[in-house]
């Protein structure tokens, strides 16, 4: 069982090819699914009514989950502010655009709307590719072998640095994707 209860969803409009979402929101437990046992006369109702009218059912789509409340509302905080809400020109029928700087006292620094989602995909990018390189090497890979194979050194203060694939070697080593042999190589754990 999950040990943080809160979830973020995404309402998503299957009448578009992709879906589109229309509506972000965070909760615990059946949430994401009342807003069709419920329909309001929101904009979000409307859309919800018009696509049980055409004879299509709202995708409901987990977005992330086992989250703090704080947790919830950055993340929903952050994806309205990449889709936008329509009343401003995006895409979502939320009513309000919430700033996550509100959200905590403790966050002390500005994050730019979508920027921790486009790290994060990046981030995925970077796992895949270190992941897929060890898996081509069965005898193990480098920190040195990933940074420069990969591109990700960097001569930031002159010299080549390797911190950016290290940690990332570190990530995938907590997600069980990577293991450290003892000759300071690296192997992938997947088949």
Same mark, same amino acid.
């Given at each position: %069982?999950?040990?943080?209860?809160?979830?973020?969803?995404?309402? !998503?409009?299957?009448r578009?090819?992709?879906?589109?979402?229309?509506?972000?929101?965070?909760?615990?437990?059946?949430?994401?699914?009342?807003?069709?046992?419920?329909?309001?006369?929101s904009e979000k109702g409307q859309v919800i009514n018009d696509i049980l009218l055409s004879e299509h059912e709202v995708i409901h789509t987990i977005i992330s989950d086992n989250l703090t409340e704080e947790q919830a509302l950055?993340?929903?905080?952050e994806l309205i502010s990449a889709f936008g809400i329509?009343?401003?020109?995006?895409?979502?029928?939320?009513?309000?655009?919430?700033?996550?700087?509100n959200i905590s006292s403790k966050v002390k620094i500005n994050i730019p709307e979508g920027c921790?989602?486009?790290?994060? %995909?990046?981030?995925?990018?970077?796992?895949?590719?270190?992941v897929?390189?060890?898996?081509?090497?069965?005898?193990?890979?480098?920190n040195s072998d990933a940074?420069?194979?990969?591109?990700?050194q960097s001569d930031y203060g002159g010299g080549? !640095?390797?911190?950016?694939?290290?940690?990332?070697?570190?990530?995938?080593m907590k997600e069980s994707k990577i293991e450290r042999t003892g000759r300071g190589k690296h192997k992938s754990t997947a088949k």
């Open positions: %069982m999950a040990k943080n209860p809160f979830y973020v969803y995404a309402l !998503k409009d299957p578009s090819k992709p879906a589109k979402p229309f509506y972000i929101g965070k909760g615990t437990g059946n949430r994401a699914w009342e807003h069709q046992l419920n329909i309001d006369d950055k993340i929903e905080a329509r009343s401003q020109g995006g895409l979502l029928t939320n009513r309000i655009k919430p700033n996550p700087e921790y989602e486009r790290a994060q %995909m990046g981030l995925e990018l970077i796992k895949s590719a270190v897929e390189l060890a898996k081509a090497n069965p005898e193990g890979i480098k940074a420069k194979y990969l591109g990700l080549s !640095k390797d911190y950016l694939s290290y940690s990332v070697l570190g990530l995938l």
